[in-house]
């Protein structure tokens, strides 16, 4: 399985919970400053990875110097993007140095129900990543629990290492009935990303007691307190 299994909240610890944080920055601000800071931090909390805009990826990842896997996002954050840009944008996240890679699926195909599509992108993108990790974002906010679901089989059989709850530039993040959905139907083998409005312990720990197995926030500081 991708990243940690899930584990009850009372054999959880801090620094339990820190190792499955995508330690993120993704604002549209964001300086290599902040950026330099997502990265000290991931290292001395000992995140899973820094997951920060593609323009940095190359300069974090000769920062950071093999300390901390670097994550990027691909079709960000809306999805709409062709599948040849976002191909384009994976093999340029991996030649810069990108250990994992965070695509969001096309959400007007879901509506369509233009599957194959949609499975066939996924397909395209993981064969771009060369043997990194690929997670899938679906954005839950927008779909019914129907399409979760589908969205589930989807990416199960695209052969994705995780499938993702959300952007966090959308209109909500990741709850708890949503990862316990993605985890009963995707079952043990894939890894489920929670995202999106994770900012606490507590969230951290009902995000994982359901199901996730990789926590996406911007409040791993806040995690320690």
């Given amino acids: 399985m991708p990243g ?3 584990v009850e909240r009372k054999n959880m610890d801090k620094k339990d919970i820190l190792s499955r944080v995508d330690h993120t920055l993704l604002s549209q601000t964001a300086t290599w400053e902040e950026i330099r800071q997502i990265l000290d931090d991931g290292i001395k909390y000992g995140c899973a990875s820094a997951c920060i805009p593609a323009c940095y ?3 974090a990842a000769e920062y950071v110097d093999g ?6 996002v691909i079709g960000f954050p809306n999805g709409y993007h062709t599948t040849a840009t976002k191909i384009f944008e994976t093999r340029d996240a991996v030649a810069n140095g990108a250990d994992e890679i965070d695509m969001v699926i096309n959400i007007g195909f879901l509506k369509d129900k233009r599957y194959d599509d949609i499975e066939q992108e996924i397909r395209k993108i993981h064969e771009a990543c060369s043997g990194k990790t690929l997670k899938v974002i679906i954005e839950t906010c927008l779909l019914t629990d129907e399409e979760k679901i589908k ?3 989807i990416v199960t059989s695209a ?6 709850t959300s952007t966090g530039f959308s209109t ?4 708890v009935a949503d990862v316990k959905l993605m985890r009963e139907t995707v079952g043990p083998e894939m890894g489920v990303k929670a995202a999106g409005g994770v900012r606490d312990f507590a969230t ?5 007691e359901a199901g996730a197995n990789r926590i ?3 409040s791993a500081a806040k995690i320690l307190d």
């Avoid at 300390?67 to 990027?72: F, R, S």
């Avoid at 052969?159 to 993702?164: D, H, M, R, T, V």
């Avoid at 909500?172 to 709850?175: D, L, M, P, R, S």
Wanted: net charge positive.
């Fill in 4 to 6: 940690q299994p899930a």
């Fill in 57 to 59: 990826v190359k300069q």
């Fill in 67 to 72: 300390k901390l896997p670097i994550c990027t």
């Fill in 151 to 153: 969205m589930c089989e």
């Fill in 159 to 164: 052969g994705a290492e995780f499938i993702k």
């Fill in 172 to 175: 909500g993040g990741a709850t």
């Fill in 204 to 208: 951290a720990c009902a995000m994982i």
């Fill in 216 to 218: 996406g926030t911007s």
